[in-house]
C-alpha cells in the first residue's frame, strides 16, 4: 500500500520567504507528526497532531513555524520568513490509533540561501 | 534538543562480520525503536520493542530492550553490502507520542 508522501522533494528559498510543506499520511492513521532533520543528525521533534487537532508543538523552534491538519489528513508545514538556519530535512511520520510505531516519509530537503 | 546516546558513531566491517550498536538514556522510555536510513530518504522502521527485557528479532536483525528501560542495543548477524546506511534508535514516552532520537551509527561494509 502507499507509505507516507511528502512534496516537494526539494526546496530552495531565499532568505526571508515564505514555504510551505506538505504531508500525506498513510491512509487512515489518526497521528501525524514533523520532524526536522539537520544534517548528520538524528531527527528532532516539531510537532504532533492527532486527527485534527495539534496536541503537542512544544518542538517548534519559533512562532516562525507554524502547522497545520484542518480535516485530519493531509497536514502542511509553514516557515514564515525563512532564514538559514531553517535549512534542513523536514520528515512527516504516521502511525495508527496506538501511535506506537510511526512511519516516515522520504522528507523534503529545504535549502534557505 | 535532548538526544540519545548511541554508540558507537560509526563502524567499518568485512562482510559476513556481526554488528552491535546501542543506545542509553537518562530517561525511562515506554517504547524503543530501531530505524536504518538510507541517503535522501527516511527512516525505515526495523524492529520496535514495547517491554522491558524485550528480545525481538527481524530476519538477521535482533534488538533488546533494555531492563532498567533507559537502554537498548541491536544487532545484525552476518552482514551484507546491503545493511550499509545509518542505524538510529529512539526512544517514546508514554504521555507524548514523540520520539527522541539517538544520533546514529554509519555503517560501512566491506565486501
Known amino acids: 500500500g502507499a507509505g507516507v508522501s511528502q512534496s516537494p522533494r526539494y526546496k530552495v528559498a531565499k532568505r526571508g520567504q515564505d514555504v510551505a510543506l506538505r504531508c500525506d499520511p498513510i491512509?487512515?492513521?489518526?497521528?501525524l507528526f514533523w520532524y526536522q532533520q539537520a544534517l548528520g543528525q538524528g531527527p528532532e521533534f516539531l510537532t504532533y497532531?492527532?486527527?485534527?487537532?495539534?496536541?503537542?508543538k512544544s518542538g517548534l523552534p519559533s512562532d516562525r513555524f507554524f502547522a497545520e491538519r484542518p480535516e485530519g489528513s493531509v497536514s502542511t508545514l509553514k516557515i514564515q520568513r525563512t532564514q538559514q538556519e531553517d535549512s534542513a530535512v523536514y520528515l512527516c511520520?504516521?502511525?495508527?490509533?496506538?501511535?506506537?510505531?510511526?512511519?516516515f516519509g522520504p522528507g523534503t530537503r529545504l535549502t534557505v540561501t | 534538543g535532548q538526544q540519545l546516546n548511541q554508540s558507537p558513531q560509526s563502524m567499518f566491517i568485512q562482510e559476513g562480520e556481526d554488528v552491535s550498536m546501542n543506545c542509553t538514556s537518562s530517561?525511562?522510555?515506554?517504547?524503543w525503536l530501531w530505524y536504518k536510513q538510507d541517503p535522501g530518504e527516511g527512516p525505515v522502521l526495523l524492529i520496535a520493542?514495547?517491554?522491558?527485557?524485550e528480545l525481538t528479532s527481524n530476519g538477521r536483525l535482533t534488538a533488546q530492550f533494555g531492563i532498567t528501560r533507559k537502554d537498548s542495543f541491536l544487532n545484525i548477524s552476518a552482514s551484507i553490502p546491503s545493511d550499509v546506511g545509518i542505524y538510529f534508535c529512539?526512544?517514546?514516552?508514554?504521555?507524548?507520542?514523540?520520539?527522541?532520537f539517538g544520533q546514529g551509527t554509519t555503517l560501512q561494509v566491506k565486501p
Open positions: 511520520a504516521s502511525s495508527d490509533r496506538r501511535g506506537y510505531e510511526q512511519y
Open positions: 491512509s487512515g492513521h489518526v497521528s
Open positions: 497532531f492527532q486527527n485534527e487537532a495539534q496536541l503537542d
Open positions: 530517561s525511562i522510555f515506554n517504547t
Open positions: 520493542l514495547y517491554k522491558a527485557g
Open positions: 529512539a526512544g517514546r514516552s508514554s504521555n507524548t507520542g514523540k520520539l527522541i
